[in-house]
């Protein structure tokens, strides 16, 4: 019975390690890539909706409407008859 538990107990011992490895999930490459491609497309995101609120702000404070071709018209001399 003896050779039975210390048998079981040094296959525990052996065996941990192995185990402490297959567990951390952050050192595998394909782990990392799948972070940095979430933390990239956060970015992104965040750059997209900045630049959303920028054109927003840019649009409500161009609420007159000028005419870009008033220079180029000749003056109407014509009265209305």
Same mark, same amino acid.
């Given at each position: 019975?003896?050779?039975? +538990? +210390?048998?079981?107990?040094?296959?525990?011992?052996?065996?941990?390690?192995?185990?402490?490895?297959?567990?951390?999930?952050?050192?595998?490459?394909?782990?990392?890539?799948?972070? /940095?491609?979430?933390?990239?497309?956060?970015?992104? /995101?965040?750059?997209?909706?900045?630049?959303?609120?920028?054109?927003?702000?840019?649009?409500?404070?161009?609420?007159?409407?000028?005419?870009?071709?008033? =220079?180029?018209?000749?003056? =109407?001399?014509?009265?209305?008859?």
């Amino acid at each position: 019975m003896k050779k039975l +538990f +210390f048998g079981a107990i040094a296959l525990v011992v052996l065996a941990a390690p192995a185990l402490a490895q297959k567990g951390s999930r952050d050192s595998e490459p394909l782990a990392i890539l799948e972070r /940095d491609k979430k933390q990239q497309a956060e970015q992104v /995101d965040q750059q997209y909706q900045r630049a959303i609120e920028r054109s927003r702000k840019g649009a409500d404070t161009a609420t007159t409407r000028t005419d870009p071709w008033a =220079n180029m018209r000749a003056p =109407n001399t014509e009265s209305k008859r």
